[in-house]
Structure formats: structure tokens, C-alpha cells
């Protein structure tokens, strides 16, 4: 239930018969952590049909649990099916094999060459599926001299330079407060995956594999770091939420010691500022009239527009500057963002029915299209709720899936 001093969120329920653009799309999906799970939730949104292969003590999300509740793996493993089986068994290869005939897209994150080491290394994979696409996901990439080092995102996070830009400069660097490289890199590997279907089912190409490191996509999203070092001889500094780009550009406090946050990196929007506090003589002041003179005395500006918001409430700020046109917004937790009314007008957040909770507040599909949108079809499933079904796909009598839950080879719920 939501606290007393927070609206109800909008009530929503599952829709499994809803199709997609992609029903009847088969994805097995190895992968452990954020990045995979990411990935085959953006697949399965759309509706394809995402096969998770879990090991006897279910994928490391299951254990992210807050008060006992697996909030981790309800948000992205929603819509999927759990096939728990032991991967030792002598049994366990030819079970994964006989799950890729008819697949589209086949998704591991184990350290690289592992999947070699099984038997079950890419060419193989594609002799039993030759349309396949294999989403290969570590954390430095397929080759290289890292290739081998463990794939965790936080060391991602420090190696590609965003740890060291990230926090004020009189501090330590700040890592992220989540899972930022494994996130980008989801996002990106769902992309490429489509990339590679499309080749596939488009252009009449053959399966292929994307080696899909977490450092490559986060790194992307940086920007121009080296080449902005190669102009500068200079090494990004930390600066907090000020810009080393444009200015204005930071978070202000609150006459009620909340916190807004204010950008205005075009030239007419920082005038717009300026004028709007009152102050437009400073708009032909030699210390703010470009935006490089601006980003120089970024400091100065700050205390100029701080005092003005220091004398207003967030909303009146809010309010103030909207009604000047001003690109303003409150900084949110997670309580005021579940109590504004655009999050409640597009179901950004609503409760769905839970066996844990009662009501869990989910995410809304990401991305909206107007002719074929996603949609949250079934719950996160249970470990190896759905292993009898799959087993039974894949061509196993039943004779032989009894037979495999006895020898250890299979779980099911």
C-alpha cells in the first residue's frame, strides 16, 4: 500500500493475450545481472517470447531482495518464462541445444570463453540455428587484453572515465547510485539485436554474434572526452551539477529546503534567465554575455540565480520560472516523483496485482508507439515455473522430463 500522504497510484492488470510487433519471436536468454535481464525486458515488452534459463539457485536478481521481495527481478524479468535447470549436469549442454532450433536470439553474459569451454561456442550454436543472433555480454568485450576480467559494471564505471568527472572537486569521484553501465549497455544491446534481426529477416543475411561489453556503450555516452582533451590539454574537472559546457546549469535550494534544477544552454534561454530574475542589465556584462563568458563565471551565476530561488518555495520556482518560459524543474526522491500528477496522467508508475504485496508499483513501458505498443503481459515469473512447458516445447516427452527432474538435471516450481 502507498503511504498515507501519497495518492494512489493507477491500478493496471496483466494483459498476456495482448500481442506485439514481436509475438512469436523465441529469445533463450542465459544471462545473469542487470544488463541481460535489461535487455530481453525491452524484448519481451514487445512480445517476444523470452526464455529464461536459470541456474538451481535462480538468477542473481532473485537475491536483490528488499524486506524479503524480489522488487529487482519483478521490474526486469516481468513477462518472462523461467526454465531452472543445473548447469554441471552432464545433461546440461544438450538441453540448451535442443532450445535453439526455431530461436531468433540467444543472450549470455558469462566471462568470456566460457561458452566455448561447454561445447557451445557461437559456431556451433549457429550450425543448429544458422538465422540466430547471439548477444555475447561481458564487460570488456570478446577480445583485448581484459577480456578475461570480471565484467562488473562499477568497475566499467571507473575505467571509462565517468567516476572521475562525476562529484565536486574537492571530494572523492562518485560512482553512480545504480546500475548506469549495465543499463546503457542493455538499452544499446537490445538495439543492436534488432539491428542484426532485421539483417536476418529483411535483407536474407545469416545469424551473426554482438559482442556487447558494458565499457563500450557507457563510454559512448561520455561524449567528447578525448577529443575535447586533445584541444584543451585539460582533464575534466569535477564541477557537480554545474556544466563545463554551458551555464546556467545546476540544482538551487528552496526557500523550503527542497531543490530545483535549472539548465539553459541555448543563448536566448540564459538571457531569458536573467531577465526573468530581474537582473537584464546583466545580459551585456562582459563576465555573462556568451556562453563561454558564462561557463568562466559559472560560480558568480550561481549565487545570482540562488538568492532569487533561495526566496521561493520549489513550486513557486517551478510555477515563476514555467510561467516565463524558463526549462525548470523540481529535484525529486522517489516520494515526490510517485505524487506528480504528468507521472499519474501517463501511468508512468502504477500497482499491479502481486503475491508478495498485494499492489506492486511497476514501471510503464519505456518507449510508446502509437500503432503497435508494448505492454506488461504476466508477472516476474517463480523459478522454474515454466520448465515442464519449455521442456515440452523443445521436443522432451514426458517421459523424459520426469526423468530429468529426478536426476537433477531440471527444477520445477
Known amino acids: 500500500m502507498s503511504p498515507p500522504d501519497l495518492p494512489p497510484l493507477p491500478k493496471a492488470d496483466y494483459t498476456p493475450d495482448v500481442p506485439g510487433p514481436l509475438s512469436g519471436l523465441k529469445v533463450v536468454d542465459l544471462s545473469r545481472l542487470v ?29 536483490w531482495r528488499v524486506k524479503g521481495v524480489e522488487t529487482t527481478w519483478k521490474i526486469h ?21 535442443r532450445l535453439i532450433p526455431g530461436a531468433a536470439m540467444f543472450v549470455e553474459s ?44 562499477t568497475l566499467v564505471e571507473g575505467f571509462a572515465g ?12 562518485v560512482l553512480p547510485p545504480m546500475y548506469l553501465a549495465d543499463s546503457i549497455a542493455g538499452l544499446t544491446g537490445a538495439f543492436a539485436a534488432m539491428a542484426a ?47 563545463t559546457g554551458s551555464a ?13 534544477a535549472l539548465s539553459a544552454s541555448t543563448q536566448p534561454m540564459a538571457m531569458r534567465v536573467l531577465r526573468s530574475i530581474g537582473r537584464g542589465e546583466l545580459c551585456d556584462d562582459p563576465r555573462f554575455k ?15 540565480i540562488g538568492a532569487f530561488v533561495a526566496e521561493r518555495t520549489q513550486a513557486e520556482n517551478v510555477a515563476f520560472f514555467e510561467k516565463e518560459e524558463v526549462t525548470i524543474g523540481p529535484v525529486y526522491d522517489i516520494t515526490g516523483f510517485m505524487a506528480d500528477p504528468h507521472v499519474h496522467a501517463r501511468a508512468l508508475v502504477a500497482d499491479y496485482p502481486d503475491e508478495d504485496m498485494g499492489e506492486f508499483p511497476m514501471h510503464a513501458v519505456p518507449v510508446r508507439l502509437s ?42 516450481e
Open 110 to 153: 558469462f566471462r568470456t570463453g566460457t561458452l566455448e569451454s561447454m561445447g557451445l561456442g557461437p559456431e556451433e550454436l549457429l550450425k543448429i540455428e544458422p538465422r540466430l543472433v547471439i548477444v555475447r555480454i561481458s564487460g570488456w568485450g570478446q577480445d583485448g587484453p581484459y577480456r578475461r576480467r570480471p565484467g562488473f559494471g
Open 290 to 304: 556568451t556562453n563561454e563568458q558564462r561557463v568562466a563565471h559559472g560560480i558568480e551565476l550561481d549565487e545570482i
Open 371 to 412: 500503432g503497435t505498443p508494448g505492454a506488461i503481459r504476466t508477472p516476474a515469473p517463480r523459478l522454474g515455473q515454466h520448465t515442464r512447458d519449455i521442456l515440452a516445447e523443445a521436443g522432451f516427452s514426458e517421459v523424459e522430463i520426469e526423468a530429468n527432474l529426478a536426476n537433477g538435471l531440471a527444477r520445477s
Open 248 to 260: 546556467p546549469r545546476n540544482v538551487y535550494r528552496t526557500k523550503d529546503d527542497h531543490w530545483v
Open 77 to 97: 524479468s516481468r513477462g518472462k518464462r523461467s526454465l531452472c535447470m543445473e548447469f554441471r549436469h552432464e545433461g546440461a549442454v544438450d538441453l540448451i541445444r
Open 162 to 173: 565517468f567516476a572521475s568527472m562525476n562529484g565536486f572537486a574537492d571530494r572523492e569521484p
Open 197 to 243: 534481426l532485421r539483417e536476418v529477416e529483411i535483407n536474407g543475411g545469416k545469424g551473426q554474434v554482438i559482442d556487447l561489453p558494458l565499457l563500450d556503450p557507457l563510454y559512448n555516452s561520455l561524449g567528447p572526452q578525448a577529443a575535447n582533451y586533445r584541444l584543451t590539454n585539460v582533464v575534466k574537472p569535477r564541477t557537480g551539477s554545474r556544466s
Open 35 to 63: 544488463a541481460g535481464n535489461l535487455l530481453t525486458q525491452h524484448l519481451v515488452d514487445f512480445g517476444a517470447d523470452v526464455i529464461k534459463v536459470e541456474p538451481r539457485e535462480g538468477d542473481t536478481l532473485r537475491h
